[in-house]
């Protein structure tokens, strides 16, 4: 069992999300337990939808240009929020489809109910459900969820799992020292790139071992589990990485802007298992402007 994150005893005067507060605050073991309750909520409202007939909208924003939205990804976002609300009334909410809304005490939940749109809608299992907890100054508690391979992955007090039906087993990330080592993923090499982007990526691309498209989050619970070496993305949303920095970071990996710095509002992220590889892609990837 992940350990308790003692520092929840604090009590800080605002955030970006929230107001300000001054009450007792739920244990990280507590918030750990309804983030299993939400995961198992959303999944239940999810996994019917998986390759079965779907209206598709173009929410017609992004960089990529068809942006999908489906009744699975709505339907999903309400029955976070609805639990959210029923059990932490004065928590606030950030959520890819439903916008935010302010809470009375520090939390934020954050939300993605399908990380991987695109590949849900053409019945590929890389996507999942990403819900992050933010403290008002960085996400605590990160959860990923496939409901349909029946994966989990949650991250909190400096630890990370992988949950299954039939155990909980601890990740780590495997050591990478150099790009010719290397395995590199990003979920498209050009459609979420500017040109600028997208030669930063293919210059560490050349020199890696290997390098695979398609992952969306789930290419960062491979990295967490030592399968992958580094993630590189852009134009991603805070929604789209808060839940992954608790359990890139519990494996024991890094999860930065591209120029090293904090990555909660999402932009240019990567992430690596080792500082190894992951000071060698900021070399490059410090130079885009």
Not at 170 to 189: G, K, Y
Not at 213 to 228: N, P, R
Request: charged residues 25%.
């Amino acid at each position: 069992m992940l350990a308790s994150y003692r520092s929840l005893a604090r009590f800080p005067t605002g955030s970006r999300y929230g107001l300000v507060w001054m009450t007792a605050l739920p244990s990280i073991d507590e918030l750990a337990r309804f983030a299993h309750r939400l995961a198992d909520a959303s999944g239940e409202v999810i996994r019917p939808w998986f390759r079965a007939t779907l209206d598709v909208t173009d929410k017609g924003t992004g960089r990529a240009g068809f942006d999908p939205v489906t009744e699975a990804d709505r339907e999903g976002e309400v029955t976070l929020r609805r639990l959210i609300k029923a059990t932490y009334p004065r928590h606030g909410i950030l959520g890819e489809e439903h916008g935010h809304e302010a809470g009375e005490e520090p939390f934020t939940w954050v939300l993605d109910p399908i990380d991987g749109t695109r590949a849900f809608i053409c019945g590929m299992p890389q996507w999942g459900t990403l819900i992050a907890l933010n403290d008002g100054t960085r996400p605590i508690l990160g959860v990923l969820d496939q409901p349909v391979t029946g994966e989990r992955w949650i991250g909190h007090s400096g630890q990370a799992e992988l949950v299954t039906s039939a155990k909980t087993t601890r990740i780590r990330t495997r050591p990478c020292a150099d790009l010719a080592s290397a395995v590199i993923t990003t979920t498209h090499p050009t459609s979420y790139f500017t040109k600028p982007e997208q030669d930063a990526f293919q210059e560490l691309a050349g020199a890696a071992k290997m390098t695979r498209f398609g992952g969306d989050c789930y290419a960062y619970a491979l990295l967490a589990m030592g399968f992958i070496d580094l993630v590189v993305e852009s134009a991603l949303k805070p929604w789209d990485v808060q839940a992954l920095i608790p359990i890139v970071e519990g494996a024991g990996g890094l999860i930065t802007s591209w120029d090293g710095k904090d990555a909660q509002e999402g932009g240019r992220v990567v992430a690596a298992g080792d500082p190894r590889i992951h000071a060698l892609a900021l070399e490059v990837l410090r130079r885009v402007d």
